[in-house]
């Protein structure tokens, strides 16, 4: 999951894009080069939380081209830095990202109004592979801000619906107030998905289900054999959630997750996203549990 990064890359010199800037000099230039971001602009800025914003992107010239549900690119605050951002949607050459403001970039890129530049290179890594699960029940599980990553799963699995079985969303968060995209789940709940919400702790006005979001995987309806998850949020949820799936039957390989590590290039270069054998950069985010479950043992320095 990449909605926010422990490192925020600083600004050493920064690319300002200005009226000189031409689709030749945007273009093929800066797509021939990884480390050069591309002028992107703020065409709308939606509030989720006290914390996180949505915003949508447009490309001043050329774009970054085609990405897939579960990758992400390295978003630049002109002048401050760049921090690795997972897509959360799009639309054409409309790309949007949420942003959790934890540090000095994703603060300037949280404070960007509509209007503003921001750079963008990318779409690195690889994604949640959406297509494979042809034929499966899919199950989405979403800790806090990991629905962000996932979103993209569900508006790709909503639109070829008659590809895939059942679609179950389950939902968790610290507290309501934290809960993102609220206003999208009566929308989601009459397209057919059954979707779980859950928080870890809640005050009077809160009717539905407190606990852990694994604790309500128990009342979500799929068959374990024949079922693909996709498991997003904090690292302690994802192994608790990929152990009590695999409890219910599904395979480890059939369990996805998105890792997080401390990424500064993003195309395989400087390794300071190693986790034993991979570079999540390249080798992830998303992988299979078969594969992360033991890498996931390892704490982050």
Not at 119 to 129: K, M, S
Not at 211 to 236: I, N
Request: net charge neutral; with cysteine; aromatic share 6%.
């Amino acid at each position: 999951m990449i909605v926010r990064s422990a490192y925020e890359r600083p600004a050493a010199d920064p690319f300002r894009p200005g009226p000189a800037t031409s689709a030749s000099a945007a273009g093929p230039a800066a797509v021939s080069d990884g480390m050069l971001p591309l002028p992107y602009r703020v065409t709308r800025r939606r509030v989720e939380t006290d914390d996180t914003v949505t915003l949508s992107l447009a490309p001043v010239a050329a774009d970054v081209g085609p990405w897939e549900p579960g990758q992400f690119t390295m978003l630049y605050a002109f002048g401050v830095g760049e921090v690795p951002i997972s897509i959360s949607g799009g639309d054409g050459a409309t790309i949007r990202h949420t942003i959790r403001d934890v540090g000095a970039v994703s603060h300037a890129l949280c404070a960007t109004e509509v209007g503003g530049v921001l750079g963008l290179r990318g779409p690195y890594g690889r994604g949640w592979d959406v297509g494979s699960a042809t034929g499966a029940d899919l199950v989405l599980v979403a800790g806090g801000i990991g629905l962000a990553p996932l979103r993209p799963v569900l508006d790709r699995a909503l639109a070829r619906r008659r590809w895939y079985g059942r679609i179950v969303l389950l939902v968790g968060a610290r507290t309501p107030a934290e809960l993102l995209y609220p206003t999208d789940y009566p929308g989601w709940r009459d397209a057919g998905i059954q979707m779980l919400v859950t928080v870890d702790g809640a005050g009077p006005g809160w009717d539905g289900h407190v606990g852990l979001v694994t604790t309500v995987l128990d009342r979500a309806v799929f068959a374990p054999a024949s079922t693909v998850a996709f498991v997003c949020g904090p690292e302690p949820m994802m192994r608790a959630t990929a152990r009590a799936l695999g409890d219910l039957g599904v395979p480890a390989g059939a369990v996805r997750v998105s890792l997080e590590r401390n990424m500064r290039c993003g195309i395989a270069l400087c390794g300071h996203c190693q986790l034993g054998p991979l570079l999540v950069c390249r080798d992830g985010p998303v992988v299979g549990y078969d594969v992360a479950g033991p890498l996931l043992a390892v704490k982050e320095l």
